[in-house]
């Protein structure tokens, strides 16, 4: 049965359910949701996938592709916002079939980590209910 990724919590978090809650369990860090343009290059080939980001934190993320590399596939990841682009190494830690992959990044260039750091600080500030 597919996951249903559509459905979200009272909390705007997406739940977890069967191997997505076991994944999330291992986690060191929790991700925040953010929609973005990525791009997937497998070095060796050169294969490049266009995709879009649903899922960000500092030690991954979640690409959404109808063609995802399998398991521990080394890659090149590049994010494209408006408030610039994010690139580091990273392996993909699982694949679901037509739906997407989980990476876990690699070998992040210091400025890039600043760069993933102040994304998921401006996430968590824009999610913030006002009062």
Not at 33 to 52: F, H, K, W, Y
Not at 63 to 69: A, C, D, Q, S
Not at 78 to 97: N, P
Request: include cysteine.
């Amino acid at each position: 049965m597919p996951d249903d990724r559509s459905k979200k919590k009272a909390n705007g978090s997406t739940p977890a359910t069967g191997g997505d809650s076991q994944r999330a369990k291992q986690r060191a860090v929790l991700r925040c949701q953010l929609v973005a343009s990525a791009e997937v290059t497998e070095p060796n080939s050169g294969t490049r996938l266009s995709a879009r980001i649903s899922e960000l934190g500092l030690g991954g993320c979640y690409i959404e592709t109808l063609n995802p590399f399998p398991d521990g596939t080394l890659v090149h990841l590049r994010i494209l916002r408006d408030q610039g682009v994010f690139e580091t190494k990273a392996k993909v830690v699982y694949s679901q079939g037509s739906f997407g992959m989980g990476l876990a990044f690699s070998e992040m260039a210091p400025n890039q980590r600043s760069l993933l750091e102040d994304w998921l600080a401006e996430i968590v500030i824009q999610s913030r209910p006002t009062s």
